[in-house]
C-alpha cells in the first residue's frame, strides 16, 4: 500500500473547549473521520516553542526555543519535515504570524515555506516586538492561507506532506465575516472564520482527488486562549493576573489544553480518546504510523489509541513551560514557570515558578477551573 498524503493543520490559540463545542462544522468533519484527544496538552503558550515540539518531538528544553524572541531550533535535532523529505515527500507550509517566521528555523526540511506577513500597522517589524497581542496584527489571513496552499498542492505529482496554520483566531477578535455559526464572542467568531476555510482546504484536497479517508491528518493548536471572564476557567485581567494578555505568561488549563485530532487511511473513526496526551507525542505517532525509523523523543507514539481495538496505554505526565514573563514589559518580577499536570486515577497539577521556592497544586477533580491553589512552599502571593 503507497504511503498516504500526509496533512497537519494548526488552528492557532484555539481552545480545546471551544474547538470541542459542537459548534465547529470542519473540526467535526474531521472529528468524524478520526480520533479525538479530549485532554491534550500543550508544552508552551508560545506559538514558536509549541510547533517546535510538535515538529521535533522534543520539548523546549530539548529543541533549544525557550522564549518569544531569544532562540532558534537546534540544529542537531531532526525535524519531522525533514524526515519527511528525506523520505520522498514533497514539503510544504503556509503560515500565518510571526511566530513561525524562518529565523526560528522551524522551516528546517520544507521545500516550500511561505511565512510572508505584512508589518505592523505603525511600520514596525512584528519578529522584534515582544507583545503578543500586538503581534496578532502581522498576519496573513485564512483565505489567503487557503488560496496558497491549494496552488501549491496543485502542484504536487507524488507523495506530499503540508502543513496549513491558521492564526485567525488570536487577538485583535475581529472577525471578518459572520460564517453562518453561531457563537458566544468575537473570540468564537474567529474560531469559526478559520474552521470555514479549513473546510474550504479540505474541499480542494477532495476536489483533486484527496479525499478524508485517504489522508493522513492532523489537526491540533499550539496552544490555547485565557479571554480574562469570557470563559469559567480563565484567569487574565481583573481576576488575578494582570500582565496576562491572552497566553505567554501563565500555564492554566485555559491557554495548555488544545484540540488534537487525528484521521487517516485504516484509523478509527468518532473515537474519542479521554487519557491524557501531549503535543510532544505527535511527531513519533507520524514516524510510527509511516513506518519510519523513530527519533530520539520526548513523547509517545500515539499509535495504541488508534488500534482497531484499542491497546490500554500507561499514564502520560505532560510537562510545561513558559519563560515569557521574564520578557513581558512593564511587569518587572514576573518568574518563569513550570508545570506537570497528572491524570492517572486523580487529575493533579503542580505549577512551581522557577528561582524560588513557590510551588502550587490543584486538584483538578475538584477544583477544574484551578481556583484553589494549595501553596506548598514559599510564601503567599499573587499567584495561586
Same mark, same amino acid.
Given at each position: 500500500?503507497?504511503?498516504?498524503?500526509?496533512?497537519? %493543520?494548526?488552528?492557532?490559540?484555539?481552545?480545546?473547549?471551544?474547538?470541542?463545542?459542537?459548534?465547529? /462544522?470542519?473540526?467535526?468533519?474531521?472529528?468524524?473521520?478520526?480520533?479525538?484527544?479530549?485532554?491534550? %496538552?500543550?508544552?508552551?503558550?508560545? !506559538?514558536?516553542?509549541?510547533?517546535?515540539?510538535?515538529?521535533?518531538?522534543?520539548?523546549?528544553?530539548? =529543541?533549544?526555543?525557550? =522564549?518569544? @524572541?531569544?532562540?532558534?531550533?537546534?540544529?542537531?535535532?531532526?525535524?519531522?519535515?525533514?524526515?519527511?523529505?528525506?523520505?520522498?515527500?514533497?514539503?510544504? &507550509?503556509?503560515?500565518?504570524?510571526?511566530?513561525?517566521?524562518?529565523?526560528?528555523?522551524?522551516?528546517?526540511?520544507?521545500?516550500?515555506?511561505?511565512?510572508? *506577513? $505584512?508589518?505592523?500597522?505603525?511600520?514596525?517589524?512584528?519578529?522584534?516586538?515582544?507583545?503578543?497581542?500586538?503581534?496578532?496584527?502581522?498576519?496573513?489571513?485564512?483565505?489567503?492561507?487557503?488560496?496558497?496552499?491549494?496552488?501549491?498542492?496543485?502542484?504536487?505529482?507524488? #507523495?506530499?506532506?503540508?502543513?496549513?496554520?491558521?492564526?485567525?483566531?488570536?487577538?485583535?477578535? +475581529?472577525?471578518?465575516?459572520?460564517?453562518?455559526?453561531?457563537? &458566544?464572542? #468575537?473570540?468564537?467568531?474567529? %474560531?469559526?472564520?478559520?474552521? =470555514?476555510?479549513?473546510?474550504?482546504?479540505?474541499?480542494?484536497?477532495?476536489?483533486?482527488?484527496?479525499?478524508?479517508?485517504?489522508?493522513?491528518? *492532523?489537526?491540533?493548536?499550539?496552544?490555547?486562549?485565557?479571554?480574562?471572564?469570557?470563559? #469559567?476557567?480563565?484567569?487574565?485581567?481583573?481576576?488575578? =493576573?494582570?500582565?496576562?494578555?491572552?497566553?505567554?505568561?501563565?500555564?492554566?488549563?485555559?491557554?495548555?489544553?488544545?484540540?488534537?485530532?487525528?484521521?487517516? #487511511?485504516?484509523?478509527?473513526?468518532?473515537? +474519542?480518546?479521554?487519557?491524557?496526551?501531549?503535543?510532544?507525542?505527535?511527531? /513519533? !505517532?507520524?514516524?510510527?504510523?509511516?513506518?519510519?525509523?523513530?527519533?530520539?523523543?520526548?513523547?509517545?507514539?500515539?499509535?495504541?489509541?488508534?488500534?482497531?481495538?484499542?491497546?490500554?496505554?500507561?499514564?502520560?505526565?505532560?510537562?510545561?513551560?513558559?519563560?515569557?514573563?521574564? +520578557?513581558?514589559?512593564?511587569? $518587572?518580577? @514576573?518568574?518563569?514557570?513550570?508545570?506537570?499536570?497528572?491524570?492517572?486515577?486523580?487529575?493533579?497539577?503542580?505549577?512551581?515558578?522557577?528561582?524560588?521556592? !513557590?510551588?502550587?497544586?490543584?486538584?483538578?477533580?475538584?477544583?477544574?477551573?484551578?481556583?484553589? &491553589?494549595?501553596?506548598?512552599?514559599?510564601?503567599?502571593?499573587?499567584?495561586?
Amino acid at each position: 500500500m503507497p504511503q498516504p498524503n500526509v496533512l497537519f %493543520v494548526s488552528l492557532d490559540t484555539v481552545r480545546s473547549d471551544v474547538a470541542y463545542s459542537g459548534r465547529m /462544522p470542519n473540526i467535526e468533519r474531521l472529528r468524524a473521520h478520526g480520533t479525538t484527544f479530549l485532554q491534550a %496538552v500543550s508544552s508552551c503558550p508560545l !506559538t514558536p516553542v509549541s510547533h517546535a515540539t510538535v515538529f521535533t518531538g522534543r520539548q523546549p528544553p530539548g =529543541h533549544g526555543i525557550r =522564549h518569544l @524572541l531569544s532562540e532558534q531550533l537546534r540544529t542537531d535535532v531532526p525535524t519531522l519535515a525533514e524526515r519527511m523529505k528525506d523520505s520522498g515527500y514533497a514539503t510544504g &507550509a503556509v503560515v500565518s504570524c510571526p511566530g513561525l517566521n524562518k529565523w526560528y528555523g522551524i522551516d528546517r526540511g520544507f521545500d516550500f515555506y511561505d511565512d510572508e *506577513i $505584512p508589518r505592523l500597522p505603525d511600520g514596525r517589524d512584528p519578529l522584534k516586538v515582544g507583545d503578543v497581542k500586538m503581534r496578532g496584527l502581522a498576519l496573513k489571513r485564512a483565505p489567503t492561507v487557503v488560496e496558497r496552499s491549494i496552488a501549491w498542492l496543485a502542484r504536487q505529482d507524488g #507523495p506530499f506532506f503540508f502543513f496549513a496554520h491558521f492564526f485567525d483566531a488570536h487577538w485583535p477578535y +475581529e472577525p471578518p465575516e459572520d460564517v453562518g455559526v453561531e457563537v &458566544a464572542n #468575537p473570540y468564537e467568531g474567529e %474560531v469559526a472564520y478559520s474552521d =470555514h476555510y479549513v473546510g474550504r482546504l479540505l474541499d480542494a484536497l477532495e476536489e483533486a482527488g484527496h479525499d478524508l479517508g485517504s489522508l493522513l491528518v *492532523i489537526c491540533f493548536s499550539d496552544h490555547g486562549e485565557d479571554l480574562a471572564g469570557w470563559y #469559567p476557567n480563565d484567569h487574565a485581567g481583573d481576576l488575578g =493576573h494582570p500582565y496576562e494578555e491572552g497566553h505567554g505568561c501563565l500555564l492554566f488549563d485555559a491557554t495548555q489544553m488544545v484540540p488534537l485530532i487525528v484521521s487517516g #487511511p485504516g484509523l478509527p473513526r468518532g473515537r +474519542e480518546i479521554a487519557d491524557q496526551v501531549r503535543l510532544v507525542d505527535i511527531m /513519533p !505517532t507520524v514516524l510510527d504510523l509511516l513506518g519510519m525509523k523513530s527519533e530520539p523523543s520526548d513523547g509517545l507514539s500515539l499509535s495504541g489509541y488508534l488500534a482497531p481495538e484499542q491497546a490500554e496505554q500507561a499514564p502520560r505526565p505532560a510537562y510545561s513551560e513558559t519563560y515569557f514573563p521574564s +520578557e513581558r514589559a512593564g511587569y $518587572p518580577g @514576573l518568574r518563569p514557570l513550570h508545570a506537570v499536570r497528572l491524570s492517572e486515577g486523580t487529575r493533579q497539577k503542580v505549577i512551581w515558578q522557577i528561582g524560588t521556592n !513557590t510551588v502550587d497544586h490543584y486538584d483538578l477533580d475538584t477544583d477544574p477551573n484551578e481556583r484553589s &491553589a494549595r501553596r506548598l512552599t514559599g510564601e503567599s502571593d499573587a499567584w495561586g
